[in-house]
């Protein structure tokens, strides 16, 4: 236990992600698998797949938000919503259950 300013005592204690279960594709970087990848997202997600050109990045346009992801990042399906993780954060958080 340690102190803080104040008097009160807290307790400090090691935690780990639950296991759990998502569904994910990792976008290679084309115009025709960022196709398959909406074809992945359910129908009743506001999720909107968006790519240009020459980019490597791959735009999903949410109501909670605009994010976007490089090519080898990973998209996501947890609960029916639709997150990006960095190919580097998908590796450190998640292995293949299948």
């Known amino acids: 236990m340690f102190a803080i300013p104040g008097n009160r005592r ?3 204690r090691k935690y780990r ?3 759990e279960f998502v569904e994910a594709v990792q976008w290679d970087g084309t115009e025709d698998h960022a196709d398959n990848i909406a074809d992945f997202i359910p129908a009743e997600s506001d999720a909107m797949l968006t ?3 020459g ?3 791959l735009d999903i346009k949410r109501a909670s938000g605009d994010v976007a992801i490089r090519k080898g990042g990973w998209i996501i399906l947890k ?3 639709v997150f990006p ?3 580097g954060m ?3 958080t998640y292995e293949l259950a299948e």
Do not use: L, M, N
């Open 10 to 12: 807290y307790r400090v």
């Open 17 to 19: 992600k639950k296991p």
């Open 51 to 53: 790519t240009h050109k």
């Open 55 to 57: 980019s490597e990045f």
């Open 79 to 81: 609960g029916g919503d």
């Open 85 to 87: 993780v960095s190919q």
């Open 90 to 92: 998908f590796e450190a």
